[in-house]
C-alpha cells in the first residue's frame, strides 16, 4: 500500500548543490515527490522539529546547523515509503555511510554524524507528525471547496 514520508535536504545538501541528483535518486526510486517547499527555519522551529533529541549533546550544534541555511522539505509517496527512503539515505553517520553504504545518498553528500545531508521519518507516526509539521494537517488535502 502506498505511504508518505517526510525526506529533507539539509542546509548543507542545498548549499552543496545536490539537490537535483537527490531528486534524481528519488524518481529512479520509484517515489512520487508529492509536495515541496523551501523554508528557512528559526532556531525555535528547529527546536520543536526535533525536540525528541532536546535533552542530547549534539542538540544545540543540530538548532546551530539547521538554522544555517533553507531546507528543502518534501513529501515522498510509494509503497512502505518511510522504510525505503530510509534504506536509501543510508545511516545517520555520514562516515560510515561512505564505507558500509557507499551507494547511500548520505555516502554522497553527507560530512559527519551531524552534517549528513538528508532527514527521514524514522516512523509512519514520525511521518505523519513531519509531514503536518511542515505542510499543515493532511486532512486539508481533502477539503477542495468553500462552502
Ligand atoms: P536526522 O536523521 O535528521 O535526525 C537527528 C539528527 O541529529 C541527525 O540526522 C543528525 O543531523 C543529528 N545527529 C544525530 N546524532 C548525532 C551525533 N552523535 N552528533 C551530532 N549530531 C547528531
Known amino acids: 500500500q502506498r505511504e508518505r514520508t517526510l525526506a529533507m535536504i539539509k542546509p ?12 534524481e535518486v528519488i524518481l529512479e526510486s520509484g517515489f512520487d515527490i508529492v509536495k515541496e517547499a523551501v ?4 532556531a525555535e522551529r528547529a527546536s520543536l522539529f526535533y525536540s525528541e533529541h532536546s535533552g542530547r549533546s549534539f542538540f544545540d550544534s543540530l538548532v546551530m546547523y539547521m538554522t544555517s541555511g533553507p531546507v528543502l522539505a518534501m513529501v515522498l509517496e510509494r509503497p512502505d515509503a518511510v522504510l525505503h527512503w530510509r534504506v536509501l539515505i543510508g545511516p545517520t553517520d555520514a562516515r560510515k555511510a561512505k564505507i558500509s553504504h557507499p551507494n547511500s545518498i548520505r555516502a554522497m553528500c553527507g560530512l559527519d554524524s551531524e552534517k549528513n545531508c538528508v532527514h527521514g521519518s524514522d516512523s509512519p507516526q514520525s511521518a505523519a507528525r513531519e509531514i ?11 477539503v477542495e471547496h468553500d462552502e
Open 12 to 23: 548543507d545538501g542545498l548549499s552543496g548543490n545536490y539537490t537535483e541528483k537527490i531528486k
Open 132 to 142: 503536518s509539521f511542515f505542510f499543515g494537517d493532511v486532512r486539508s488535502d481533502t
Open 39 to 42: 523554508v528557512h527555519l528559526d
